[in-house]
Nanobody, 119 residues
Framework: QVQLVESGGGLVQAGGSLRLSCAASGRTTGIDTMGWYRQAPGKQRELVATVSSGDTTNYAESVKGRFTISRDNAKNTVSLQMNSLKPEDTAVYYC?????????????WGQGTQVTVSS
């Protein structure tokens, strides 16, 4: 099992910045992708950004140029720097981790951290 602990959410005014962090512990061998998803009220969970073990990044179009994802493989952490925040970024943000063990995907989610952007 893998445990994911998120931190860094909160309330910020539009145009402001927040940084989310997520630390993985437990069975951390075979970690492939780490990243962030979000879910706004009444909407489906959506990808925000991911980073592979080879540091390949993937961003939702809506956050490109504003958010930056980074990871520290030695510490098993992933962070999301969010700049120029907009009210539509308001959501619960979930840390995500995929292990690949003997070819099998093993996915984990954090408990979620609230990000609220006021206009």
């Amino acid at each position: 099992q893998v445990q994911l602990v998120e931190s860094g959410g909160g309330l910020v005014q539009a145009g402001g910045s927040l940084r989310l962090s997520c630390a993985a512990s437990g069975r951390t061998t075979g970690i492939d992708t780490m990243g962030w998803y979000r879910q706004a009220p009444g909407k489906q969970r959506e990808l925000v950004a991911t980073v592979s073990s080879g540091d390949t990044t993937n961003y939702a179009e809506s956050v490109k140029g504003r958010f930056t994802i980074s990871r520290d493989n030695a510490k098993n952490t992933v962070s999301l720097q969010m700049n120029s925040l907009k009210p539509e970024d308001t959501a619960v943000y979930y840390c995500y981790l995929r292990r690949i063990v003997i070819g099998i995907n093993d996915d984990y989610w954090g408990q979620g951290t609230q990000v609220t952007v006021s206009s």
